[in-house]
């Protein structure tokens, strides 16, 4: 999604917005691709991205068409090395053929950007302004948990593509491989802020340590909400937890495939994140203009940078998730990785609102989810109560229940 550039007129707030009489608030450059993003609804919001990250997609897999760029040329020498050999089953992928890695996002981008967490009541809530200081700064240091824990993700998938995994690509395994551990690395590198490509320009080891993460970035929030860094770090709520252990089950034991954990780290992750970042990022500003608290771009970085980047790392973690399609059925693992890790996103937003606003919210299986978003295999259950069990007691609230209860967020077919 690209920015707009119209100037926005009227009265400044912060580095955030322009309110006037024609055309509302708008929202300053730099802040959101959607200027207009205030005077949207959530459904606004969702319908938006579907769209852009469609075309964005499009424009990708135009660029792999065509035989005169960079990407083409990568994928069109792999196939050479594969036409070599009449057992290699490269060319067999959806990527090799016309048509089906556009057939293969829109079905897959449907079938997670339907899924009813994006519309979740917290998100919703949040986006209209709905809740008072103490309520946010509640959201803001529950949320940390999710973000800071959940980034080693990436990691965890990664580290599973090594010389001893079974590809059916002969001597294009590794050549593979590789390609996927590139994707991730740069997933990594943007999670953590660093990035070098000769010796040169390598930082120093104060520089290195200086980075600023995504966890850096997400404490420039608990600074504009004036809580010390003393009090930022706080238990996991026992609905965090299970969605943190969930996405990294998914992407890091053995019980689930390498494909379904690129799933997990890449559409599942990703895909939904510029939507319900931008509401989250909404709700704050509209709080904050409302409230005259003097949130900035600096404050709110880490929302801002989010809806920029992930889609990138969505189109791009897409790309390599198709590397490892060769499997007859491999849609149907790819949509029931999304599955879970939607299924307990639901249920971290449901104990999230309970917690802020001591009000009652259903857990995904009070909702009559759609069958095509059930579990059909109970490998996830088993592994979550098993990795509760695992937990620091110290590290979620109320571990004791926590790790005596067997409820799972999750409703299976």
């Avoid at 307990?344 to 309970?354: A, D, E, I, V």
């Avoid at 069958?371 to 110290?394: F, M, N």
Wanted: proline content about 4%; charged content about 20%; some cysteine.
């Amino acid at each position: 999604m690209h920015e707009a550039t119209k100037p926005a007129t009227g009265t400044l707030f912060s580095d955030l917005l322009k309110n006037s009489e024609s055309d509302g608030p708008v929202l300053l450059p730099g802040v959101h691709p959607l200027p207009n993003l205030l005077s949207l609804d959530a459904e606004q919001v969702l319908e938006a991205f579907r769209q852009s990250q469609l075309d964005d997609f499009t424009a990708i897999i135009s660029d792999l068409d065509a035989s005169e760029s960079s990407l083409h040329h990568i994928f069109e020498t792999l196939l050479a090395i594969a036409e070599k050999d009449p057992e290699n089953r490269l060319s067999s992928l959806s990527i090799f053929q016309p048509g089906a890695m556009q057939a293969l996002f829109v079905d897959l981008h449907d079938h997670v950007m339907s899924h009813p967490v994006w519309r979740h009541p917290c998100f919703v809530r949040i986006f209209e302004g709905d809740f008072n200081r103490d309520q946010l700064s509640s959201f803001a240091l529950n949320y940390f948990n999710q973000v800071k824990n959940t980034r080693q993700c990436v990691a965890l998938a990664q580290g599973r593509f090594s010389g001893f995994i079974d590809l059916p690509y002969g001597c294009l395994n590794e050549r593979v491989s590789e390609l996927v551990q590139i994707t991730l690395a740069q997933l990594l590198a943007d999670e953590y802020g660093v990035g070098t490509h000769s010796i040169e320009s390598y930082p120093d080891l104060a520089s290195l340590l200086g980075s600023t993460t995504h966890i850096v970035m997400y404490r420039n929030l608990f600074e504009g909400l004036g809580i010390p860094f003393e009090q930022q770090d706080l238990p996991m709520l026992p609905e965090v937890a299970d969605n943190v252990l969930t996405q990294r089950l998914l992407a890091g034991h053995p019980s689930f495939s390498l494909l379904e954990s690129l799933a997990s780290v890449g559409l599942g992750m990703e895909w939904g994140v510029p939507e319900f970042f931008s509401l989250l990022l909404g709700g704050m500003i509209r709080w904050a203009w409302r409230e005259k608290v003097e949130l900035t771009q600096h404050h709110l970085i880490v929302f801002i940078a989010h809806v920029q980047y992930d889609v990138l790392h969505a189109i791009s973690v897409m790309l390599a998730t198709s590397l490892l399609g060769h499997q007859a059925g491999y849609e149907e693992q790819i949509k029931q990785a999304t599955n879970m890790l939607m299924s307990s996103r639901y249920n971290m937003m449901s104990g999230l609102y309970r917690h802020l606003f001591d009000e009652p919210c259903d857990n995904i299986d009070q909702i009559g989810l759609a069958s095509r978003y059930q579990i059909t295999d109970r490998r996830i259950e088993q592994a979550l109560l098993a990795a509760r069990q695992e937990v620091a007691d110290a590290s979620v609230t109320d571990a004791r229940v926590y790790k005596s209860d067997d409820q799972v967020p999750f409703v299976f077919a």
